[in-house]
């Protein structure tokens, strides 16, 4: 788990990410499943004179995990869609709200364009904030 990249998504169509994961890899994989178990067998025989008995006893126990793989979808995407170039890196001009409201941004970028934005954001929950402006007033 060393090394392991965490992301966030703010929005992202689940649909559209498998198809073009799945265009891109030939299919998705939907379910990873494992399975482990233990198996305990022990026994005993005593003989005296040629004549005996024998005893034995055992215990098997399974444990089965399954995973899905939904979650995984946009990290297997973005992995697979930045070595395949498929992923334009925005600069810091269009963390500005200038090139957005005039529309320069808008123009530069092609519809359906694959593109990454690094930047701080900061995200409001609009009810708890209006819930506590109006509880304040």
Do not use: H, N
Not at 109 to 132: A, I, K, M, S, Y
């Amino acid at each position: 788990m060393a090394g392991m990249k965490l992301r966030e998504f703010l929005y992202v169509d689940v649909d559209r990410t498998r198809s073009l994961l799945a265009q891109m890899k030939g299919g998705v994989i939907q379910e990873l499943r494992s399975e482990t178990g233990t198996s305990i067998d022990r026994g005993a025989s005593v003989k005296l004179f040629g004549v005996g008995g024998e005893g034995g006893y055992g215990r098997t126990s399974k444990r089965e995990e399954s995973r899905s793989m939904q979650d995984l979808i946009f990290a297997a995407f973005e992995e697979e869609a930045d070595e395949g170039g498929f992923i334009t890196d925005l600069d810091e001009s269009f963390a500005s709200s200038q090139p957005w409201e005039s529309g320069a941004a808008q123009t530069s970028l092609e519809p359906g364009q694959l593109v990454r934005l690094t930047c701080e954001v900061q995200v409001l929950d609009g009810g708890l904030v209006r819930g506590t402006y109006l509880s304040l007033r």
